[in-house]
């Protein structure tokens, strides 16, 4: 199995971090999870658009050019002969002797691997519960930072009480999940957060913008209240691992339990048929 390591393609057991890079003392770098279907990547124009969105907001400069980057990438996947599974891409702030002040000289570390799997078929099927709790992250959850302590502990949260993912919100605004987007219907309309600093503006969320589009589903991108997520006739989530899955419960600060509702499959419906288009 090979990964991707600054620009070279090595074997996974000969890759190593430096001990002074910034990811590891200040989850200084970002992120991105690309799936892969077919043989070919999904969204990716869209994945790299969020990627380089993200390296400028924390004033990060790629170190090479985007296109050998993506070449690399293409190049990993081909080598790992990965049909159906995902691509992660990472890239630090670079290599440098602790300090909170970062110098703008260092150069960023690329590291990427790939995972072999298909998307949760059981739980696109049947669902999943969420459990509610309050939203503790930063400010600035737009960025898709490697620095993810929120979304870690919040996800062990849910884990632990019995759910699988966790529903977040500020106060009694919903935001997101610990790693997905939220939705949910009310009478025919889908709502789900607008793109600020209080979400990150899932590339899925953004496929199913336009798949509801398609479907002449109205949608209003607005925050809702978790009265409102208690009273909803509807609720999924959405990410690049999950696609669309179903939530049938939500239990912790708000309770309430959803039945899959002809919203959800009809998008479910779309998603699976225009991925292999
Ligand atoms: N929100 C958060 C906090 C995430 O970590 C993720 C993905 O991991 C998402 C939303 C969904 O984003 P995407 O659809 O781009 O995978």
Redesign the pocket.
């Known amino acids: 199995e090979y990964v991707l390591m600054k620009n070279h393609i090595i074997n996974r057991d000969e890759a190593y971090i430096n001990f002074d890079d910034r990811g590891y003392y200040f989850g200084d770098g970002i992120y991105?999870?690309i799936r892969i279907y077919n043989g070919s990547p999904f969204l990716w124009e869209e994945?790299f658009d969020?990627f380089l969105r993200s390296a400028e907001e924390l004033d990060i400069v790629l170190p090479q050019s985007l296109n050998k980057i993506k070449q690399n990438i293409l190049t990993l996947i081909t080598k790992n002969n990965v049909i159906n599974g995902t691509v992660y891409l990472q890239m630090t702030r670079g290599e440098q002797e602790r300090n909170h002040l970062y110098n703008r000289d260092i150069t960023p570390v690329i590291t990427a691997f790939t995972k072999e799997g298909g998307v949760p078929v059981h739980q696109q099927k049947h669902g999943i519960s969420l459990w509610s709790l309050e939203d503790i992250r930063w400010l600035r959850?737009d960025i898709?930072t490697i620095n993810?302590l929120g979304?870690v502990m919040s996800k062990r949260k849910a884990e632990d009480m019995g759910s699988q993912e966790a529903l977040l919100h500020r106060g009694h605004i919903v935001t997101?999940?610990?790693?997905?987007?939220v939705f949910i219907v009310k009478n025919g309309t889908l709502y789900t957060h607008p793109a600020n600093h209080y979400?990150?503006?899932?590339?899925?969320?953004?496929?199913v913008e336009q798949l509801a589009d398609n479907e002449h589903i109205p949608l209003q991108k607005e925050a809702f209240t978790t009265e409102d997520a208690q009273q909803a006739d509807e609720m999924f989530v959405?990410?690049?691992?999950l696609e669309i899955v179903p939530v049938t419960k939500v239990q912790g600060t708000i309770r309430s339990d959803f039945p899959i509702g002809p919203v959800t499959r009809k998008l479910q419906h779309a998603f699976e048929k225009s991925k292999t288009m």
């Open positions: 991105e999870v994945h969020r959850c898709k993810l979304n997101e999940g610990s790693s997905s987007n979400i990150l503006n899932g590339i899925t969320r953004l496929y959405t990410s690049t691992s």
